[in-house]
């Protein structure tokens, strides 16, 4: 079992920057790949960025790829996503997710993959 809760989430202008955190319970952080999934107001719940393992793979939506930015930080078992240049299409609630693998080098886009996730945190962009 692993606890996600995040962070971050806010009210901001179009162009604006906001950075989410995500802090997961366990100390086997670095076994879990990581995903940060949003969902809108009358909308499915959609991919936004996943990073493997290790931090060395990563992979984005189209829709969001040089604007935002997946990390971790293994030692401290928080997950980031930097969102730089907001649109007012981002608004969303956004969720981390995470599932244990044994793949350290895989970055997983696939929403049912994921097993564990957070309460979401709000992101509002205004135009």
């Known amino acids: 079992q692993v606890q996600l809760v995040e962070t971050g989430g806010g009210l901001v202008q179009a162009g604006g920057s906001l950075r989410l955190s995500c802090a997961a319970s366990?100390?086997?952080?670095?076994?879990?790949?990581m995903g940060w999934f949003r969902q809108a107001p009358g909308k499915e719940r959609e991919f936004v960025a996943a990073?493997?393992?290790?931090?060395?793979?990563?992979d984005y939506a189209d829709s969001v790829k040089g604007r935002f930015t997946i990390s971790r930080d293994n030692a401290k078992n928080t997950l980031y996503l930097q969102m730089n240049s907001l649109k007012p299409e981002d608004t969303a609630v956004y969720y981390c997710?995470?599932?244990?693998?044994?793949?350290?080098?895989?970055?997983?886009?696939?929403?049912?993959?994921?097993?564990?996730w957070g309460q979401g945190t709000q992101v509002t962009v205004s135009s």
């Open positions: 997710a995470a599932r244990f693998t044994s793949n350290s080098g895989s970055a997983y886009s696939t929403l049912p993959w994921y097993n564990y």
């Open positions: 366990r100390r086997t952080f670095n076994t879990y790949a």
């Open positions: 990073i493997s393992r290790s931090g060395d793979n990563t």
